[in-house]
């Protein structure tokens, strides 16, 4: 079981990036997938989540109307398009998998991927 998230690098402030998340070694349709970070000297937090097919996504506040969540079930990959980036969106981001919905509570994932660097500065 795998997920590689990739994608990350340095933006400046009003910048875009998409990560992506590939998954392999399970049945992907049928997780969950989600978006969590984790910045210095901080918990790691919700970002966004996909449901099994897609329909239902989920937002932490500080990112919603700037990120957007979607998957492509044929290429078994996630993607995070982020807008409007701003300082305090720098941290490490990760993507993990688990068998029931969505949801920001991080112990209930079972797979994570081993994270992507962000960082938006000037």
């Known amino acids: 079981v795998q997920l590689q998230a990739s994608g990350g690098g340095l933006v400046q402030p009003g910048g875009s990036l998409r990560l992506s998340c590939a998954a392999s070694?399970?049945?992907?349709?049928?997780?969950?997938i989600g978006w969590f970070r984790q910045a210095p000297g901080k918990e790691r937090e919700g970002v966004s989540t996909?449901?099994?097919?897609?329909?239902?996504?989920q937002y932490a506040d500080s990112v919603k109307g700037r990120f957007t969540i979607s998957r492509d079930n044929a290429k078994k990959t996630v993607y995070l398009q982020m807008n409007s980036l701003k300082p305090e969106d720098t941290a490490v981001y990760y993507c993990?998998?688990?068998?029931?919905?969505?949801?920001?509570?991080?112990?209930?994932?079972?797979?994570w991927g081993q994270g992507t660097q962000v960082t938006v500065s000037s």
């Open positions: 993990a998998g688990r068998l029931g919905g969505p949801s920001f509570r991080r112990e209930l994932y079972d797979y």
């Open positions: 070694g399970f049945t992907f349709d049928g997780y969950t």
């Open positions: 996909t449901s099994r097919r897609g329909p239902y996504t």
